[in-house]
């Protein structure tokens, strides 16, 4: 090195200090300079480490100094530069380094996860390109290797090829190997194998062969364990004889890959007597499967001749054997092509066809012919069970008339839980089945999902279509389900159709018969073809209806106003809590066959309907039964769940069904919801504080309802648009869980909708009654006091025109006697001349221009007074006080004002002022009509109840 040194300072001292000489006329040609070379040393192997160390040697014939460029590629792609670990103590840089004759060693430090988003990395190759001061220079490129790096926590593992140390000659290759871990962790492996030098190539397993070990999930040690990997090589090399062969085996534990290990070289060949021999081999099937029975084989022939298969099943260990019946959606068996690596082919067998019942131990043979070649396989022995045909219930109608469109409920089951493809039909007396026409608010009727405890289910037939318009009786529906494979159906009861009739009609969902414990669920729905506010009443008979009796609503459970029941021309789900106990004496608790019944009445007309008889118990829901509870072994199930179809824009959603346990357990119940598309897990639901609460129910051996009601609001939010999730239901006591059910439901979690009038109206609920100031004057006669103010909002349609969005009614009550609620030619004794004013509060979503409304208030009673104010409104809230005014700004107010004036002269001269100890007060009740479609036209409103 010293003398090197010298030499080299010697060259610079000459250049600039030495004796130049004398310019000749002809000077010697300058010698040509001679390029540096790289020579890359290292790696030659795969390399497990955060860091790849480049060992590369640079010479130069004039040691002239050298600058190095270094990249790589990754499996064949672009050249990429690679990252230098500049701070690492190995790195010799890559500027100016020195170079002699005889090349000098020098080390590059490669930060390659800096460069590649990948681990581990296959076929990796490196470049060192070596240049002299002109940029030119030669390269050197390194053999394909695997770079993978891990934590510093975690230690690969490792995989040490025992076997083969010879030459193979066998159908498959036996690769033994010892696998072990530091730290024990479970390993995967992968297998490659290549042939003379050739790239790296996945090795197919033998997974049938008993001596496989797998590829996955394999348990080490620090010491190592042996496992064989049966390479089917013929599979992966149609050649009768394969020469220089090297297998491969990477393992990989959670934390990242091991190093991939080379065997040494080896030769294939074929035993003699093997080579173009033809095969069938039938695919393994896991036990037991269901009818139909798909059976996939294989037809291997060097030959590639043309095939026709025969299959057969045996059940009686394979002493005799019966041809299968093929099922229509079947594959061909005959004209079946093979190749020397194997043709797959399948069969689809209608067990059903051949077997009466589920059967076990049935052995399967596939005979394949061509020419006079003929190839024969068994199937172990399977257990096949026979798909059973679906299963519908249709309960409702259940008798009694109903109109267009005719509801017709149903609960369909299917053992195997198929997609199921359901007819529906109807027959008039003296016909025969016809097709049904579906209503356009109907669900699918095909692809319906079901499992084996059942499922509920509507079909919405339009009698009208069917029926051209007529009335019918004893009209029967029936419902054919097919679930790909059989059929099950179910008629009805017979029932009329007055497809003319208007009146509301009301259908009973629960009770229907069986037992129940107190206080009793009642679960109804309405329907109303011209008004959507009807009212009800409920009435019990505990003498087999020769007398009916007002049914008392059990307190703080959620019973819905009967008074002021929703109704549309499609079913609206009601509830309604029985409080049993407190109507029936406790002498006659238990009792049997109670009946229920319910009074709608709607200005169209009055309906009521009967539920079935049921039973009573004298147990209360949430309460234990009476005496100790042994340890048992009995499941509890979860008979009935009824999901209330109406659930749009609704932020509590309640969730009825009912318990029972053979041992009278109390039973606890985990409720969970997911949407039913891409939902992922179950998530536990919030109950609302009006829920039951699901630990401790009561479950005898009797069916008992229960209520939870869903917070879905704190789980979901507010939601754009509705959705469709899946609730479910999972019964359990300590460690014995019950079978769980799932019900699919809409949900919609508003904040506001999109139309600005109806949002309006929605939050037209702060309204205030104000007293003039005047004499408080007293005398003979008196005034009429108005009974209800009715406000409408009006506002544009689709088409422009200014329609009624919806409104509401004000009741009034004088409030030192609440008890009382003024008719409408009711007098006031105790005021002659009165005035009052109306202040409307009215709200709207910003919006990006204005819009205009129209706000009527009308006095309903003698004499009835109206006014209209027009607002224009922009982007704000508006609180209103003012005089009727043309146009509020943003963040102006207004009072939108009317008066009542009570001797008729149209003229607010006389007023009255409630002295301190005679108070006049208006207590205000209001309801919203708020609608779904915000344009038709709103109908008038009855006077709403002063409860509401």
Do not use: C
């Amino acid at each position: 090195m010293i003398n090197f040194l010298i030499q080299f300072f010697q060259r610079i001292f000459n250049f600039f200090f030495g004796t130049r000489p004398a310019p000749t006329p002809n000077p010697a040609p300058t010698p040509i300079n001679v390029l540096p070379v790289p020579t890359i040393l290292t790696p030659t192997n795969d390399v497990i480490d955060d860091k790849v160390v480049i060992e590369f040697r640079v010479s130069d014939v004039e040691s002239d100094p050298a600058y190095i460029n270094v990249s790589f590629t990754v499996a064949g792609g672009i050249s990429q530069v690679a990252t230098p670990d500049t701070q690492d103590s190995r790195h010799s840089g890559t500027i100016a380094l020195l170079t002699n004759p005889g090349g000098i060693i020098y080390h590059f430090v490669w930060d390659w996860k800096l460069d590649i988003n990948q681990d581990p990395v296959d076929d990796i190759a490196i470049t060192v390109e070596a240049l002299n001061q002109t940029g030119q220079g030669n390269s050197d490129r390194s053999n394909t290797i695997q770079i993978s790096g891990l934590p510093a926590s975690n230690n690969p593992p490792v995989a040490d090829i025992l076997s083969p140390t010879n030459d193979v000659y066998a159908d498959e290759v036996l690769i033994e190997y010892s696998l072990r871990d530091v730290e024990s962790d479970p390993s995967d492996i992968d297998v490659y194998y290549q042939v003379a030098g050739n790239p790296l190539q996945l090795a197919s397993p033998k997974t049938q062969d008993p001596r496989h070990s797998g590829s996955s999930g394999l348990t080490t040690n620090p010491t190592g364990i042996n496992y064989t990997f049966v390479w089917d090589w013929q599979v992966d090399l149609i050649q009768a004889v394969v020469y220089d062969v090297q297998v491969f085996i990477q393992p990989r534990d959670s934390f990242g890959a091991g190093l991939r290990k080379p065997s040494i070289t080896f030769n294939l060949t074929v035993p003699v007597g093997t080579i173009m021999v033809p095969q069938i081999s039938i695919s393994a099937m896991t036990s037991p499967v269901i009818s139909p029975v798909l059976i996939d084989y294989t037809i291997t022939d060097p030959a590639s001749g043309i095939y026709a298969s025969e299959i057969e099943f045996s059940t009686d260990n394979g002493l005799n054997f019966l041809t299968a019946q093929a099922d229509p959606n079947s594959n061909v068996i005959t004209g079946l092509a093979s190749s020397p690596q194997g043709t797959a082919h399948s069969f689809l067998w209608d067990a059903n066809a051949n077997l009466s019942v589920s059967t076990q131990d049935v052995i399967i043979l596939i005979r394949s012919t061509s020419g006079t070649i003929v190839l024969e396989d068994r199937a172990s022995p399977i257990d096949v069970d026979i798909n059973n045909p679906p299963m519908v219930d249709i309960w409702n109608p259940s008798g009694g008339q109903t109109n267009s469109p005719v509801r017709i409920d149903y609960v369909l089951s299917d053992r195997e839980s198929n997609s199921i493809d359901i007819t529906p039909e109807y027959k008039i007396p003296g016909g025969t089945f016809l097709p049904a026409e579906k209503d356009s608010t109907s669900p699918v009727t095909v692809g319906i999902q079901t499992n084996p405890m059942g499922t509920s289910h509507h079909f919405m037939w339009n009698a009208d279509h069917d029926l051209g318009g007529q009335s019918a009786i004893d009209v029967v529906f029936r419902i054919t389900a097919y679930d790909g494979h059989s059929t099950g159906s179910d008629i009805s009861a017979p029932f009329n159709v007055d497809s003319q009739q208007l009146q509301p009609s009301v259908i009973f969902d629960s009770p229907r018969g069986g037992t129940h414990g107190v206080p009793i669920p009642v679960l109804f729905k309405l329907s109303d073809p011209t008004h959507n506010i009807v009212q009800g009443e409920i009435k019990f008979s505990a003498d087999q209806g020769q007398s009916f009796v007002t049914a008392t609503a059990a307190p703080s459970r959620g019973s819905e106003d009967l008074s002021s029941l929703s109704a549309s021309q499609t079913p609206v789900n009601h509830f309604f809590v029985w409080d049993a106990a407190a109507d029936l004496s406790t002498t006659l608790l238990p009792h049997n066959d109670i009946i229920l019944k319910i009074i709608i009445t709607s200005p169209s007309g009055t309906v009521e309907a009967n539920s079935l008889p049921f039973n009573i118990s004298y147990l209360i829901i949430g309460t234990p039964p009476i005496g100790p509870i042994t340890p048992s072994t009995s499941i509890p199930k979860i008979n009935h769940f009824f999901v209330n179809t109406n659930t749009y824009k609704q932020t509590q959603v309640p969730l009825h069904f009912t318990l029972s346990d053979d041992d009278m357990k109390p039973t606890n119940v985990l409720v969970e919801y997911r949407k039913q598309t891409g939902g992922g897990d179950f998530k536990t639901a919030t109950p609302s504080p009006i829920s039951d609460t699901p630990v401790g129910m009561a479950a005898p051996d009797i069916i008992f309802d229960h209520r939870f009601v869903w917070n879905a609001l704190a789980d979901l939010g507010i939601m754009a648009t509705k959705e469709d999730y899946e609730i479910r239901l999972t019964p359990y006591v300590g460690p014995i869980k019950g079978t769980e059910v799932i019900q699919p439901i809409e949900v919609h979690v508003e904040a506001k909708p999109p139309i600005p009038s109806v949002e309006a109206v929605r939050n037209m609920t702060n309204l205030v009654m104000t007293i003039e100031d005047g004499d408080n004057q007293t005398g003979a006669g008196g005034f009429l006091l108005p009974k209800t103010l009715e406000v409408k909002v009006k506002g544009p349609d689709e088409n422009g025109n200014i329609n009624d969005l919806a409104g509401v009614r004000i009741s009034f009550k004088v409030i030192s006697n609440l008890d009382i609620e003024l008719e409408e030619d009711a007098l006031l004794g105790t005021t002659t001349r009165y005035n009052g004013n109306a202040g409307i509060r009215v709200r709207t979503p910003a919006v990006n221009a204005s819009h205009s409304f129209q706000v009527k208030a009308t006095v309903v009673g003698v004499p009835a007074i109206s006014q209209t104010f027009s607002l224009n409104v922009g982007e704000a809230e508006i609180a209103a006080y003012g005089n009727n005014p043309a146009n509020l700004n943003i963040g102006s107010a207004a009072i939108l004002s009317f008066f009542v004036d009570g001797d008729g002269d149209a003229s607010s001269t006389n007023h009255i002022m409630p002295e301190k100890d005679d108070p006049f007060f208006f207590r205000i009740q209001a309801t919203n009509a708020v609608i779904d479609n915000p344009f038709p036209k709103v109908p008038d409103l009855q006077p709403v109840h002063p409860s509401h």
